[in-house]
């Protein structure tokens, strides 16, 4: 028998915990409304907190509530392999993204316990609380233990349940904002990074391949493109003699969007106008005014930042044309983040030496890996999401396959443990 053929998940252990999260927070037959710094989240914790303790994990939550899971290993004074995903849901979402990168570490490293594996490096199991917007902050938790999020971020944003601030939403959940300094992780104290995440596309599914190792996270840039024309009468003003806002930038998407589609494969390309507006907005009403976000990603950054040029240089066309003014604001800027070498190797080796199929693929989503990349080393897993379809109720992973990426996900952990393996 191979070393790995011991660690096999315990499926009927696997279904029952991942039924039980299921259940809390839960939103119409198959959703989850599980937001952070709410009752629900507590309660979820709490339960994963248990299971934690069952396996002879020593659990801690941090001072924001982050829950951590460690099982020590045979070296002193290493740094730890960590692995894990958060537990909160989108405002609806579904029940897979983010439970099931917590619930298939945690069954990994329980297998590496029971199977009695030596071990040279700590292992951990994290659940970072509030990676989804819902939550007021994206990525909250993980941004915390990195030190990219603190008190003043907190008390800016808002915890959309609760209307309240974050810091006062957190306060009321029985956390302590202004212990967050407490949180951050010290460098030498991770040695990997590993994130097991829903696809949210379509790659594997359509490949018909249960395990996806993440070359890179797509890097994003956010903001708006506002438009100044002259508001007008809809049936006095001829058409000739208009300054449409709405139609500038209605004129800026549509040739933008175009410009996003030629991009090359190897980009990873993807731009989004999610929120469009037109002022004074009436009926009756030439619109004077128009804003629209943006939301541009891609695998390249020197792509970006042409796409990025070459909105204002589209934006300078239209103006000319149309005699309008506008203007493009950049609001959040996140590189890209690549994947560790090692990382992807010991992936890479784990889907092998467990008999499951794999291919390479870039991840569209930020993920708190992102953020744990400014402290070391990352890697992360994708298993297939049913017709790409994710924060909503329908999104769907079949259970084999939560099952191969809990087996890949404990041979990569049991290689990266060894202190001659590099991460
Ligand atoms: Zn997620």
């Known amino acids: 028998m191979k070393k790995t053929d011991a660690l096999r998940a315990n499926r009927a252990r696997m279904k029952r915990e991942f039924d039980a999260q299921s259940k809390i927070g839960r939103f119409g037959k198959t959703g989850l409304a599980r937001i952070a710094f709410t009752p629900e989240y507590n309660r979820v914790r709490e339960l994963v907190r248990g299971w934690m303790d069952a396996a002879g994990l020593k659990t801690r939550v941090d001072a924001v509530g982050n829950l951590f899971g460690r099982k020590e290993g045979k070296g002193k004074g290493l740094p730890a392999v960590m692995a894990g995903s958060h537990l909160d849901s989108q405002n609806p979402g579904g029940r897979f993204d983010g439970p099931a990168g917590v619930l298939t570490a945690l069954e990994a490293v329980r297998r590496i316990g ?12 994290v659940a970072f609380i509030g990676e989804e917007s819902a939550c007021g902050i994206t990525t909250f938790g993980s941004a915390v233990l990195s030190g990219e999020v603190g008190v003043k971020q907190m008390r800016a944003a808002v915890h959309p349940p609760t209307e309240k601030s974050v810091y006062d939403a957190l306060r009321a959940a029985g956390g302590h904002p202004t212990r967050a300094k407490s949180c951050i992780l010290p460098k030498k104290s991770l040695k990997a990074f590993l994130e097991l995440h829903i696809e949210q596309g379509v790659i594997l599914e359509s490949a018909r391949v249960p395990i996806g190792v993440v070359d890179t996270v797509v890097g994003a840039h956010r903001g708006t493109v506002v438009f100044n024309g002259v508001t007008a009468h809809s049936g006095g003003q001829t058409m000739p003699h208009r300054r449409d806002a709405a139609m500038a930038a209605a004129e800026f998407m549509v040739a933008m969007e175009s410009t ?3 991009a090359p494969d190897r980009h990873r390309m993807t731009l989004t106008f999610g929120v469009m507006s037109a002022q004074p907005g009436w009926v009756s009403i030439v619109p004077g005014g128009a804003e629209i976000s943006f939301d541009l990603r891609s695998k390249s950054a020197a792509a970006s930042g042409a796409m990025l040029a070459r909105m204002k240089k589209t934006l300078e066309r239209i103006r000319k044309k149309r005699g309008v003014r506008g203007k493009v604001n950049l609001s959040m800027k996140h590189s890209p983040c690549p994947a560790s070498p090692g990382i992807r190797r010991a992936l890479a080796r784990a889907a092998e030496e ?22 070391c080393p990352i890697g992360m897993v994708f298993v297939p999401s049913v017709k790409g379809l994710s924060h909503t109720p329908a999104e769907f992973t079949k259970f084999s396959d939560l099952v191969a990426g809990a087996e890949v996900l404990a041979a990569a952990i049991l290689r990266l443990a060894d202190k001659k393996v590099k991460a």
């Open 260 to 262: 996003a589609r030629r």
């Open 354 to 375: 467990t008999g499951y199929s794999r291919l390479t693929l870039a991840s569209g989503g930020i993920h708190d890996a992102c953020r744990i990349a400014t402290l």
């Open 114 to 125: 029971e199977t009695g594996a030596a071990h040279d490096h700590p292992l951990e199991v």
